[in-house]
């Protein structure tokens, strides 16, 4: 059985600060792993993959997300953050990249000016 | 071009009568999922079409929902004899072969009062 854990209900960073949002997985065989960002009232919008290759993933609108298969994680990232990326980030996985998705519970993410 | 669609976007219904919720996936993907969001549930799995292989419907509920995708396009999920607990925002996805990410619609909220 495969699960995703976002351990923070929520994160809040200033405007032009780092953010980190954080992702476990825990999955047998490889894992395909996927970062989704829901605005209000909005549905889900993709971000980013990691499927194989570099540890270090790069999505859309500036984000960023580190595989790290020793701590089973897959936090995402973001160097400067700004006030319209507060939403609610989904962390998720795959069992082979292309059956359903298994959902985190959701970080909201808070950037003040 | 046109993402997925979802109609109604807003759903109100008495406990005990059947709703009919529509997904419009993108032009060309063959693969559709349903998900449903709610408070207590997070984001859960319901149904996923492939193709003209069988349906994956592990994650229904309960018998009184059934999906049906026609022509490899078009798909609408059936709530029979609603309850309260499946008040949720009810969510379609489509995904074009060989490609991992899922694109989203932007919902229907069903209320059961």
């Known amino acids: 059985a495969q699960s995703v854990a976002q351990p923070e209900d929520q994160v809040n960073v200033a405007e032009g600060n780092p953010l980190t949002v954080k992702c476990t997985y825990s999955v047998s065989g490889n894992p395909y792993l996927f970062w989704y960002v829901q605005y209000p009232n909005r549905g889900l919008q993709f971000l980013l993959k990691?499927?194989?290759?570099?540890?270090l993933v790069k999505g859309s609108y500036g984000f960023e997300a580190e595989f790290n298969k020793s701590q089973t994680s897959f936090h995402l990232k973001k160097p400067s953050a700004l006030v319209s990326d507060s939403a609610l980030y989904f962390c998720?996985?795959?069992?082979?990249?292309?059956?359903?998705?298994?959902f985190g519970t959701g970080t909201r993410l808070l950037v003040s000016p | 071009g046109a993402g997925v669609s979802q109609s109604p976007s807003n759903k109100v219904t008495e406990k005990g009568k059947d709703v009919e919720l529509r997904c419009d996936p993108i032009?060309?993907?063959?693969?559709l999922y349903w998900y449903r969001q709610s408070l207590g549930q997070g984001l859960e799995f319901l149904i996923y079409f492939q193709g003209n292989s069988a349906p994956d419907k592990s994650g229904l509920p309960s018998d009184r929902f059934s999906a049906e995708r026609t022509g490899g396009s078009v798909s609408t999920l059936t709530i029979q004899r609603t309850q309260q607990e499946d008040s949720a925002v009810y969510l379609c996805a489509s995904r074009p072969s060989l490609h991992n990410e899922q694109f989203f619609g932007p919902g229907t909220r069903l209320t059961v009062l």
């Open positions: 032009s060309g993907h063959t693969a």
């Open positions: 990691y499927i194989t290759g570099d540890n």
């Open positions: 998720a996985s795959s069992s082979t990249g292309f059956q359903k998705l298994v």
